[in-house]
Nanobody
Framework: VRLVESGGGSVQAGGSLTLSCTTS????????MYWYRQPPEKEREYVAE????????DYADSVKDRFTISRDNEKNILYLHMNSLKPEDTALYYC??????WGQGTQVTVSS
C-alpha cells in the first residue's frame, strides 16, 4: 500500500488549495478513504471521508462548507479541495486508509 500526498503550500487567509493523494498497491475503489490533519503541537484530527463510490461523504464540523473531498476511482487518486482557508487550517495533511496506512503528509500553511 502506498499513499503519496501532494498539493500543499503557503497561502493567505481566504485562499484555496487542492490536495491530492496518489495511491497504489491496493484496489482503491474498494476502500473508504480519509483525510486527517495534524496542526502544530496538536494531535492528529479527522478532516473528511468518502465512501467507495463517493456516495457517502462526511466532514469535521470545522471544515464543513469549506472543504470538499472527492475521488477518481479510474486514476486511484483522492482529493481535498479547500476553500476559504483560515490560519487554523495550518497543519500537516495526511491521506489514510484503514486499518493503519498513512502517507507522509503535505504541509498547508495559512497566513493571516
Amino acid at each position: 500500500v502506498r499513499l503519496v500526498e501532494s498539493g500543499g503550500g503557503s497561502v493567505q487567509a481566504g485562499g484555496s488549495l487542492t490536495l491530492s493523494c496518489t495511491t497504489s498497491g491496493f484496489p482503491f475503489s474498494s476502500y473508504t478513504m480519509y483525510w486527517y490533519r495534524q496542526p502544530p503541537e496538536k494531535e492528529r484530527e479527522y478532516v473528511a471521508e468518502i465512501s467507495l463510490g463517493g456516495g457517502v461523504i462526511d466532514y469535521a464540523d470545522s471544515v464543513k462548507d469549506r472543504f470538499t473531498i472527492s475521488r477518481d476511482n479510474e486514476k486511484n487518486i483522492l482529493y481535498l479541495h479547500m476553500n476559504s482557508l483560515k490560519p487554523e487550517d495550518t497543519a500537516l495533511y495526511y491521506c489514510h486508509r484503514t486499518p493503519d496506512f498513512w502517507g507522509q503528509g503535505t504541509q498547508v500553511t495559512v497566513s493571516s
